[in-house]
DNA sequence: CAGTGAGCGAGCTTCCGCTTGACTT
C-alpha cells in the first residue's frame, strides 16, 4: 500500500515526524505559506467583493511540484502545518493547489514535536476550519491594503523617491521611535539631592566594617545644606530593625521576543542575529522552534528537566512550574524555545554556544525553586532633629534558580533605589552608631533611553504587533527604508554638587558625570520623523497604537463565524479609501520645514528641511533674485535639533586646502560621505578625520596613499573599451561600467596576460550563463 | 561615484507572515 502523505511547514520538522511515526507515513515540509495575492492591482478585486486573486510565488514553484506529484502518488494527503491562523491557511491552500477537497482532507494538529503528542494528534484528524481560514486571508488582504495604498500616497507627497513604504506594522514601529526620540529632547531634568551617611559597626567576626544609610531626599541646595548643618555635632541612635523574608522568582522560558532581548542585554546580540543562531540550532536539532510566542514546555520536557536538575544540583532546587502566557494576542502554535535535550550537548561554533548555553539556563531555571532573601531595614534616629535615616541589606539565603541563571533588565526598569543592596552588619536597638560621614549628593531625573532592537521588539509584542517570524525583518525593513538608524551617542559631561559632612564641618564639592551616552540604539532620522507626522496627520487610525489590537478582536469574531470576512473588510475600505483619496488630493507635499534664523551677511532666512537628497539647511529662498545657498546636514543632526550656528558651520564647505602636486585640495561632502578632490580624482575620508577640520598636511598623505592601494589592485585597463581587469577579495575580476564578472578559474592564474579579445569573451561567456543567484522579483502578469 | 535642491511624467517601487538557502568585489 501506498504511504500516506503527511506536509509540515519546517523541513526540519518534517524529519523529525517521520522518525516518530515509521513505515505508514512519508512526511515532507511545504516551507511555510505556498501562495500569496498577486502584486499587480493589488491582487484583490476590490469590487468583486474584495475577492483575492491567488498565485504561486516563483521561489514556491519547486516545492508545490513535487508536492504535487507526492500527492498524487500516496495514498491519503495529511495536513500538519501550525496550529494558528496561517497555519490553517497554508494548509487550505495546500487542498486547493493539490486538488484536495477541504471538507474530507485530514487535518491533524500538535503543539510539540513529542511522540505522545504526535502519535495521539494522528488519532484524531479534523478538517480545515474555513473560518480561520477566513480570518487569515481578512488579516493578509487588510495588510495588502494598507501597504499598498499608503505607500504610493508617501511616493506622491514626498520629494524623496527612494522606495518609501508604509505599512500597519513598520509605520507603528517608526512611530515608537519618533515618540521616545521627541520625549528625551523635550526632556528637562530636574535635580534633588540624595541623603547618604556612612557609619562603621562591628561585623560577626569583630572587625569594624562600613555600611550606609539614606535620608529623605532634599529637593534643593539649600535644603540639603540646612539638613547637614542641622545634624552637626548629632548622635545616631538605631531604634528599630525589621527582617522579613522574601524571594526571587524565575522568569518564564523563553519566546522569540523574551530570547532577542536577553541576547541583546547579555550577549549584545542584534535580534536578527540572534535569529540567524537560533535557526542554526534548531537545524542542527539542539533547540525548539525558535519562532514562538508561547512560553509552555511539554510533559517530556519537564521531566527532563526535572531529572536533570535532581542529578546536578539535588531535589531540594526542582520547582515544577508552569507558566502562562500574560500576552493575549498570543497563538502558541508551537513550545517555549528550550533545548531538545537537557544533559551535555557540545556546539562547535562560539556564538551559537553562548546563545545555547542561555537557552539551557533559562530553561533549567524556569523549573527551578525560588530564591529565598532576608531583608532588614533598620531606622536610625538623628539627636538634634526629626529625621530618621534608613539602613537596608540583603542576604541570600538560598540561591534556588540564581544558581543558574538570573534575567537581566533593561535601562528603564532599573531605578536609583535599587542597587546593589549589600549585607548589614548586626545592629541593636538602642545601639549608638559612630558617624564616619555624611553626603548630600545632587542626583538628576533622566529621560527614558532609546530602544535597542530588543526593547523594540519588547514593546511592539506588548502591543501585540507583528509576530514572531516578523520582528527581524520588520526591523531591518525600517532600518533599510533610512527611517530609523542604529548608532552609538556619546554623552556630555555634567557638573553636580556634593556637600560633605565630615568631622563637623560641611563642605562644598563639584563633580563631572558623563550623562545621556548611548550605545547601539534606534534614533529615528529626519525622513522617519517627517512620514510619521504626515501619516499620523492624515491616517490617524493606522498610525493608532491600538489599531492591530481593535482588527484582531474582529478577525477573531470572523474566526468564530460571527461576521463576513468582506463584510469586515469593506467597513475597514470605504472610510480607508475616502482619507487616502483626500489625502492625495489635498495634502502638501512632506517638507518639514523648520526656520533657524536670519544671516546676518544676507540679511536672509535661514531654514531646515527635507530636500530631494535628505535633510538640508538653505539660506535665501527659491524665489529670490539670487540663487539660495544649500548645505547637507550631517547624519548625527536633525532638522529638529539643529541650531542657528551649527547650520552656518555647514555652509564652510567646500574648503580648498591649497595647491598640491600644481592641482587643487579640495575638501567636501558628497552623496557617498566626505572626500577629498584633487586632480579630478576623489579619494573617499575615513571617519577618523573631519571634513571642517582636516589639514593640508593630513589630506596629501591621504591623496599618496589612496592612489597607491588603487594601482595595487589594478592588473590591467582597456582605456579605450574602458573595461578593467581588477583584484579583489575573492579574486581576479572584469570591471564593466557598474557591473562586475569573475574570471573562470583556469584564466584565474595569468589574468594580467589576458588580451582584450579574450575579455570580451569571457563576458559574453558570463552574460550568457550567469551565477545562481537568488531569484528576483518579477512583475506578476 | 563625489551634482543636485522646481515640477512634469514615464515606469518603477510597496504590505505582513509563513519558511529556508546562495551569494558576495
Known sequence: MAKNLLIVESPAKAKTIEKILGEDFEVKSCYGHIRDLEKGDMGIDIKNNYKPRYIVPEDKEKVVKELKSLAKKSGEVWLATDEDREGEAISWHLCEVLG?????????????????????????????????VNAQQARRILDRIVGFELSPVLWRKMSMKNNLSAGRVQSVAVRIIAEREREINAFVPVSSFKIEALFTAKDVSGKQVTFSAEGKKQASVENAEAFLTGCKGADYTV???????????????????????????KLGYGVSRTMLLAQKLYESGKITYMRTDSVSLSETAMDAISSQISSQYGDRYKQSRKFKNKNESAQEAHEAIRPTYMDAMTVEDADCRRLYELIWKRTMASQMADA???????????????????????????????KVYMEDRDEDEISEEDGQEGMLPPLAVQQK??????????????PLPRYTEASLVKKLEELGIGRPSTYAPTISTILKRGYVEKRDKEGIKRDFRILLLK???????????????????????????VVTDFLKQYFDDIMDYNFTARIEEEFDEVAQGKILWNKMIDDFYNPFKKDVDNTIENAERIKGE???????????????????????????????????????LKNTQSIETISYDEAMEL????????????SDVVVNIGRFGPYIAHDKKFYSLGKEYDPYSITFDEATPIIVEKRAAKEER???????????????????????????????????????????EEVKAIIEEVKANPPKRVPRKKKSS
Open 714 to 756: 589594478t592588473i590591467k585597463i582597456f582605456e579605450k573599451e574602458k573595461i578593467q581587469l581588477l583584484r579583489g577579495p575573492y579574486g581576479p575580476y572584469i570591471k564593466q561600467g557598474l557591473r562586475n564578472y569573475k574570471l573562470p578559474k583556469e584564466k584565474q592564474e595569468n589574468a594580467a596576460d589576458l588580451s582584450i
Open 239 to 265: 531604634t528599630d530593625i525589621q527582617v522579613k523574608p522574601g524571594k526571587k522568582t524565575p522568569a518564564a522560558p523563553f519566546t522569540t521576543s523574551t530570547l532577542q532581548q536577553e541576547a541583546s542585554r
Open 372 to 402: 529565598e532573601l532576608e531583608k532588614t531595614i533598620a531606622k536610625i534616629q538623628i539627636s538634634t532633629n526629626k529625621e530618621e535615616l534608613t539602613a537596608s541589606g540583603e542576604v541570600l539565603k538560598f540561591d534556588g534558580f540564581l
Open 433 to 446: 552608631l559612630p558617624l564616619k560621614e555624611m553626603r548630600a549628593v545632587e542626583r538628576f531625573t533622566r
Open 594 to 632: 523648520r526656520e533657524l534664523g536670519v544671516d546676518a551677511a544676507s540679511g536672509k532666512k535661514v531654514i531646515a528641511r527635507m530636500g530631494r537628497y535628505g535633510p538640508m539647511v538653505q539660506i535665501g529662498d527659491v524665489n529670490d533674485e539670487e540663487k539660495p545657498r544649500f548645505a547637507k
Open 651 to 662: 555652509f564652510r564647505l567646500p574648503r580648498n586646502l591649497g595647491q598640491f602636486e600644481d
Open 100 to 132: 484536495l477537497d477541504p471538507v474530507t482532507t485530514k487535518r491533524i494538529v500538535f503543539h510539540e514535536i513529542t511522540k505522545p503528542a504526535i502519535q495521539s494528534a494522528v488519532t484524531k484528524p479534523r478538517t480545515v476550519d474555513m473560518n480561520l
Open 503 to 529: 568631622n563637623n564641618n560641611v563642605e562644598k564639592l563639584v563633580e563631572q558625570e558623563n550623562t545621556g551616552a548611548e550605545k547601539s540604539k534606534l534614533f529615528p532620522t529626519d525622513l522617519g520623523l
